[in-house]
């Protein structure tokens, strides 16, 4: 059986698999950017379906997301050592405590939030945060965060019919859209350092 290079599904789907998975475990790919567009290609060309661009995308980023954590649990020295670095000792235990009281939390938030993903991770690995509690959250967050990258892509797909148009246009929402969430998180954290 032959690849059939005519084909956009034959090339999208293992391309958004394959980006989402990588992206997700080196942030080298723009995963956002990439899920908006499969859906926005979904939207308005029989090409890709959006519930298997869906899937792809959560199945890609929590294989990615679990891959991390793997590397930071079993190489915790490491993961720990970068955690600690230039910090109080008594930082870990405070990742610790908020793992155990937060951690199905923090690793939904630290899907969502550009740029929070790795660190909590890296933190949950240095703690041993149990797999039985992080898979669950792990395919929660994921299905939230294709689910929220999808709907840009969804929202350019019905506004324009042009493919090339909507996909250009899921990837400025997703850009503006990550520079608004880092723009407000800078600043609750320049107002927590002036508060404290």
Known sequence: MSLDWSDASAIGYPTLFLGVLIGSVVPIVPTGALVGAAAAVAMTTAHLSLPLVLLLAVLGAGIGDLTTFAVARLGSDAAVRWLARGQKPERLANAQARFERQGWQLVVVGRLI???????????????????????????????????????????????????????????????????????????????????
């Open 114 to 196: 550009p740029a929070g993903r790795i660190p909590v991770l890296l933190a949950a690995g240095a703690v041993a945060y149990p797999w039985r509690r992080l898979l669950p959250a792990t395919l929660a967050a994921c299905a939230l965060w294709a689910v929220a990258y999808a709907l840009l892509g969804v929202v350019s797909g019905g506004i324009f019919d042009s493919p090339l148009i909507a996909t250009l246009l899921a990837a400025v929402l997703v850009l503006v859209v990550t520079g608004v969430v880092n723009l407000v998180a800078r600043r609750r954290r320049e107002k927590a350092k002036v508060s404290r």
